[in-house]
Nanobody
Framework: VQLQASGGGLVQPGGSLRLSCAAS????????MGWFCQAPGKEREFVGA????????YYTDSVRGRFTISRDNGKNALYLQTNSLKPEDTAVYYCALTVSRPIMSSIPDPSIHDYWGQGTLVTVSS
């Protein structure tokens, strides 16, 4: 299984980026998939997740209303649309997939996710 994240870059505050996560070796189907970020010197943090089986999406408070997760099962890919970016959003963004059926409260825990992409760097700076 491989997850390939892309779409990061340098953007000014208030700008937008669309991150992509292409999956191979697995059909993402109804698996829970999520996005995490890790800023320099900090632990990996939950950004949001998509549970296709229930149509539910979860976001951490700091990105709710600015970031949107979507997936295209036909392209076997997950996306993260990031809008109104702030300097504090600067981090490496990782996509993740879990083959289990986690309860909602465990989804933000990085340790429950089985597969990870390599990360894509988002830098928000003027």
């Amino acid at each position: 299984v491989q997850l390939q994240a892309s779409g990061g870059g340098l953007v000014q505050p208030g700008g937008s980026l669309r991150l992509s996560c292409a999956a191979s070796g697995v059909t993402i189907g109804s698996y829970v998939m999520g996005w995490f970020c890790q800023a320099p010197g900090k632990e990996r943090e939950f950004v949001g997740a998509d549970r296709r089986s229930t149509g539910s999406k979860y976001y951490t408070d700091s990105v709710r209303g600015r970031f949107t997760i979507s997936r295209d099962n036909g392209k076997n890919a997950l996306y993260l649309q990031t809008n109104s970016l702030k300097p504090e959003d600067t981090a490496v963004y990782y996509c993740a997939l879990t083959v289990s059926r986690p309860i909602m409260s465990s989804i933000p825990d990085p340790s429950i996710h089985d597969y990870w992409g390599q990360g894509t760097l988002v830098t928000v700076s003027s």
